[in-house]
Structures are given as structure tokens and as C-alpha cells.
């Protein structure tokens, strides 16, 4: 499987937009930082809307001895933007990045030219150098604006080439998707760690509308269950739990050199899935 030395256990959250949002971050960052993860990382909204969000973010919980990682864009931000938002973050003893072409929002109003993940990623190393560890995005079941499967790994190994040190996945259910991709990824010479990204599952249709458009798919078998449940949330979520628990296992079985959780800001699923791992033992 993959090339790394330890295996990489981390949370991800998104900068809260309100003060009651704040506040409930930093409890579920206080339980989660109980489990010891390697770091969290948090998003960056699309546009770049969320430059000033994500870094007081980053800051509040490094000062609370967590390791951060922003998540960065070029969002519509110029070069000497970008750059000197890398040497605050490199003035504040940030040295890890996840680095992103960015979601393109849905209103086609905007002017905004998105500019690839592997020109950021090239950018950095030429104005940073082997400062930050960069991490990148990759899709085990194929970015949905991809025309095929080998285009899609050929840029993600674009990104590699440019300076990437490890990926980390978007959600999946299928296991054998990500093993899968893995070994066309290895079969084309790229041995960095590539991390599966895991997605809770909790409320179900935002999951399922989510899913649409980032191209992850749910298995139909998931789909029924939880319809089957109705309104019952408490069978949902038990159920949701019981399923990615199998989903992380099987994934540690066969080799991943970690996992990235998508917390959507909310610790009590995450939290249990980790315990069922022993993740903190
Ligand atoms: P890229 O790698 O630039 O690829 C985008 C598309 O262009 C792909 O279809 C790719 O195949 C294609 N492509 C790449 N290079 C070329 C080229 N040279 N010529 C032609 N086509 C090319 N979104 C946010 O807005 N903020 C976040 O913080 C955020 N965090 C994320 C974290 C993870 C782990 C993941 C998996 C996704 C995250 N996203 C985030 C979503 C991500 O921004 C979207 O999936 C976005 O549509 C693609 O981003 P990327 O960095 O993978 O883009």
C-alpha cells in the first residue's frame, strides 16, 4: 500500500459563520483534541470567503496546542494574496496545508477565474520551498467535472509532481473504490500516503444531496436501510456508526495509512467511531 511512517488520524472541520457556532466548535474541538489526532484541518470556503474564518480558526486552536491545518485556495485571491497569507501562516508555526482548486459555487454570476490545485501547489513550493507539507485532494470514485478515470488520476498526479507530500481522499462507502485507485495510483509511480477521507453518517438527506454533487456515491444498500428507518434518528445514526466502523476497518485491514474525518463540526459519531477502532488505545 501507500508510503508513510505512521498512520495519520485527523479531524475536519468548517469555520463556523455564527458566534453560537464558535462556541459549539470549541466544545467539540475540546472533545476531539481528548483523542489525541495527528491534526485537525479546517476548510476554506469557495471564493475564498472564508479567508479571515479559517485562520482565527487555525489560530484559537493552536493556541490551545492542537496542530492546524488550513485548507487553501487561490479563490479569486491574487498571487501577492496568496503569498502573504503563506508567510503569516508560516510566521505562526503553520507548516501543513491541504491545498484545493476550491468548490466552484453553483450562481455562474461570478467572475472568479478558478485556477487548478497543481498551480497552487506549484506556487507554494516556489515562494515557500519545503516549508509546508502540503496535502491535496483526490476521488477514489472520480471528480465529477472529470472526463474519464485516467484523466482524473493523470491531474491528481499532476499535483503530486508539482510538490504534494500526501492526499487525502473524498468520502466514499465503498472500500473498494479506494483500493482500487490506490493501486492505479501506485501503477503510475505515485507513493505518497493517500489517506481515505470518512464521511459520518448523520443527517442523511444533506449526505444524499451533498453527495450528488461531489460525486460520491451511496450504495443503494445504505440508501434503503436508512429509508426504511423513517424518522427514527436514533436508529439511523446507530446505524450510520455500525457502518462506517466497518468501512474504517476494513480500510486499516487492507493498508491505509490513516484517516481524515469529515466531523461537519460534530463530534459524537466521530467520536464513537474512533472508540469502536481502539483508535485511542
Ligand atoms: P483540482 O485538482 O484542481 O481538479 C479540479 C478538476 O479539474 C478535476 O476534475 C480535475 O481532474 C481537473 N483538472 C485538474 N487539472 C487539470 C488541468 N491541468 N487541465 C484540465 N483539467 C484539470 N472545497 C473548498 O471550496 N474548500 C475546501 O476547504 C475544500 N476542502 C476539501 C478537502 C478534501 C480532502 C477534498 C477531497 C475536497 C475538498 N474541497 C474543498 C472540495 C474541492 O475543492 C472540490 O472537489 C473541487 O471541485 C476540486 O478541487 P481539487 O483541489 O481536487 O481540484
Redesign the pocket.
Known amino acids: 500500500m501507500n508510503k508513510t511512517s505512521a498512520p495519520q488520524f485527523s479531524f475536519e472541520f468548517f469555520p463556523p459563520r455564527t458566534p453560537v457556532g464558535e462556541t459549539k466548535l470549541d466544545a467539540v474541538h475540546a472533545e476531539l483534541a481528548a483523542l489525541g489526532p495527528e491534526f485537525f484541518s479546517v476548510?476554506?470556503?469557495?471564493r475564498g470567503t472564508t479567508k479571515v474564518g479559517t485562520r482565527k480558526i487555525v489560530l484559537r486552536f493552536k493556541a490551545l496546542g492542537s496542530t492546524m491545518t488550513p485548507?487553501l485556495?487561490f479563490g479569486g485571491s491574487s498571487e501577492p494574496e496568496v503569498e502573504q497569507l503563506l508567510e503569516e501562516y508560516r510566521a505562526e508555526g503553520i507548516d501543513r496545508l491541504?491545498v484545493?482548486?476550491?468548490?466552484?459555487p453553483s450562481d455562474s454570476s461570478s467572475t472568479v477565474t478558478y485556477r487548478?490545485?497543481?498551480e497552487l501547489v506549484e506556487f507554494i513550493r516556489l515562494k515557500t520551498g519545503d516549508h509546508f507539507h502540503i496535502d491535496?485532494?483526490?476521488?477514489p470514485e472520480i471528480?465529477p467535472?472529470?472526463s474519464s478515470y485516467d484523466?482524473?488520476i493523470g491531474?491528481?498526479k499532476?499535483?503530486v509532481d508539482a510538490g504534494a507530500n500526501s492526499a487525502?481522499?473524498?468520502y466514499f462507502y465503498n472500500a473498494d473504490a479506494y483500493f482500487n485507485f490506490v493501486e492505479n495510483c501506485a501503477a503510475i509511480g505515485m507513493d505518497i500516503p493517500i489517506v481515505p477521507?470518512i464521511m459520518p453518517i448523520t443527517n442523511f438527506a444533506n449526505l444524499s444531496r451533498f453527495s450528488v454533487n461531489?460525486g460520491a456515491e451511496i450504495p443503494r444498500w445504505i440508501s434503503q436501510r436508512v429509508m426504511a428507518f423513517g424518522e427514527d434518528q436514533k436508529s439511523i445514526s446507530a446505524f450510520g456508526i455500525d457502518v462506517v466502523t466497518r468501512l474504517c476497518e476494513r480500510l486499516r485491514e487492507g493498508g491505509a495509512p490513516g484517516l481524515?474525518f469529515y466531523t461537519m463540526n460534530q463530534a459524537k459519531s466521530v467520536k464513537q467511531i474512533w472508540q469502536n477502532l481502539g483508535l485511542s488505545e
Open positions: 476548510t476554506y470556503g469557495a485548507h485556495s491541504v484545493l482548486r476550491g468548490d466552484i487548478y490545485a497543481s491535496v485532494a483526490c476521488y471528480h467535472e472529470s484523466a482524473d491531474f491528481f499532476q499535483k487525502i481522499t473524498q477521507g461531489c481524515h
